[in-house]
């Protein structure tokens, strides 16, 4: 497990740390929509990209739960899973 410092993390630690499965990491750092460096052999992502990530899954939830307020949490969950499969 990686400390609070580590400023770069293997992309299965990226999707341990954001809930998702390794394979939904993968996917997330191969279409772009989650940042990633190449250091040596190794595909890193670090930390900054993860909070950005989440940032904007928050938004777009808080956006959604906006426009239809009567089934907040339904809808919240709803549009940050689609939103992090990429189905928009």
């Known amino acids: ?18 809930s998702v499965g390794r394979s939904t990491a993968l996917e997330l750092v191969a279409s772009g929509r989650l940042g990633s460096v190449k250091v040596g052999a190794r595909r890193l992502v670090p930390v900054a990209e ?9 938004d777009a939830a808080q956006i959604s739960e906006r426009l239809k307020p009567s089934a907040p949490y339904r809808l919240c969950h709803a549009d940050v899973w689609r939103t992090a499969r990429g189905d928009e």
């Not at 400023?7 to 299965?12: A, D, E, W, Y």
Request: aromatic letters at 4%; proline letters at 4%.
């Open 1 to 18: 497990m990686a400390n609070s410092e580590t400023l770069l993390v293997s992309v299965p630690e990226a999707g341990r740390r954001l």
């Open 50 to 58: 993860l909070e950005r990530f989440v940032a904007e899954l928050c």
